[in-house]
């Protein structure tokens, strides 16, 4: 795609004052300038957009781990740009810019929160500028969800190292209006992902520190009491896990990376009366990261074959009303043989595009695909280091 050096529309304001203040302010630094390209999208006015279609997406780029380069590009579906490391150009004064290692990235209300892992912090920015608010310490963080004007963060707690003694992580919860941590609850080993359904929280256990000793439950935290209330066992080392339309809990289990296998897990009520979560079902498919939009789970696996010395890759998509799995994976035309190691999965809820990454090698910039709802590719973009984490953006009432 051609790339571009003058910039025409009104997100790029501001470039020039960027780029002077990057060369007053970091000095000592190695400074990665914010690029501009061009997408084969057309170009609108916003005020065409309707209120539940996203005007833009921004995507955390991870960085390796002791590398300090996690980082924010942006699709700009206004103006059809891509825009890499617009973090860098909108807060030129911030010392070792974003941090070291991207895990999450969400929106809500009128902020944008990164969780940013090794940096043992949530940066938390304007969602329509990606200008600098402030920042929520906490340590060794991993995921964030919301519920009623709280934050709700996952936090390995302890230091990041491979323990068998490593400590009980904690669920922190945070007030979006004063960014100031309110209460925290112990959970299980290493929590990963949560998510919300009614007055609980549904935290993934994955005791990742502790190998072999791995965690298997889903904590259940009663949120306005700020307690956990139940440990559900699930399976080993668990890891996504994602709330759906019919109050039920989808969680992914990595396994030990040997004799027991990733695999998806379905969690429902134990009955019409029961509050309790049970498992009800478990898919004998590999699972690394899904998503669900409407009644579809998209899915992808990248395991490690000891006799091939190699990653298997997959993909696949899961009726959840049927709880079958489809004739054939969400990429139709063959395209996924383009990429080497998918690392993250979004899909617009509006028009159905579904968006994979690609981290390529782990140290260098990866790359964004973009599909359309009938599986075939649109565009394909470069990215920062270790794309992973999607949040759309969408226009103010």
Request: hydrophobic share 35%; charged share 20%; net charge negative.
């Amino acid at each position: 795609m051609k790339r571009i050096s003058r910039i025409f529309f009104p997100v790029a304001l501001g470039l020039l004052g960027g780029v002077v203040s990057f060369t007053a302010c970091r000095e000592d630094e190695l400074v990665v300038p914010t690029e501009y390209e061009l997408l084969p999208v057309p170009v609108r006015q916003e005020s065409s957009f309707d209120r539940e279609e996203p005007i833009g997406m921004y995507l955390l780029n991870e960085g390796n781990m002791g590398s300090n380069k996690a980082s924010i590009d942006y699709v700009d579906f206004v103006n059809g740009y891509y825009i890499r490391n617009i973090y860098a150009e909108r807060n030129p004064t911030v010392i070792k810019e974003l941090g070291d290692v991207g895990n999450d990235i969400q929106i809500y209300g009128s902020k944008l929160y990164a969780v940013i892992n090794c940096s043992h912090k949530v940066e938390v920015m304007d969602a329509r500028t990606c200008v600098r608010i402030g920042q929520i310490d906490i340590p060794n963080c991993r995921y964030i969800r919301f519920s009623q004007g709280k934050a709700y963060v996952s936090a390995y707690v302890g230091p990041v190292s491979i323990d068998p003694n490593a400590q009980l992580g904690a669920v922190f919860e945070v007030d979006t209006a004063s960014l100031a941590v309110t209460r925290q609850v112990t959970v299980g080993y290493q929590p990963d992902e949560l998510d919300m359904l009614g007055e609980y929280i549904y935290v993934a256990n994955s005791g990742g520190y502790r190998v072999p000793d791995y965690d298997c439950t889903v904590s259940v935290v009663e949120r306005y009491g700020m307690k956990q209330v139940q440990k559900i066992p699930v399976g080993l080392n668990l890891h996504r896990l994602r709330a759906d339309g019919y109050n039920r809990i989808w969680v992914s289990s990595r396994g030990d990376y040997g004799a027991t296998p990733s695999r998806l897990h379905l969690l429902e009520r134990k009955d019409n009366t029961s509050k309790e979560m049970v498992v009800t079902d478990t898919f004998d498919i590999p699972c690394s990261e899904f998503v669900i939009a409407d009644n579809l789970l998209y899915f992808y696996s990248v395991s490690w074959n000891d006799r091939t010395e190699s990653n298997q890759v997959a993909y696949g998509l899961l009726n959840i009303d049927s709880k079958s799995l489809q004739a054939s994976g969400f990429i139709t035309d063959g395209t996924e043989k383009d990429i080497a190691i998918p690392y993250g999965i979004a899909v617009n809820p509006y028009n159905g595009d579904i968006f994979v990454t690609d981290a390529k090698n782990y140290v260098s910039s990866g790359v964004l695909h973009c599909y359309g709802q009938d599986g075939k590719k649109k565009w394909s973009v470069r990215t920062g280091d270790i794309p992973a984490h999607m949040a759309f953006l969408y226009r103010q009432p």
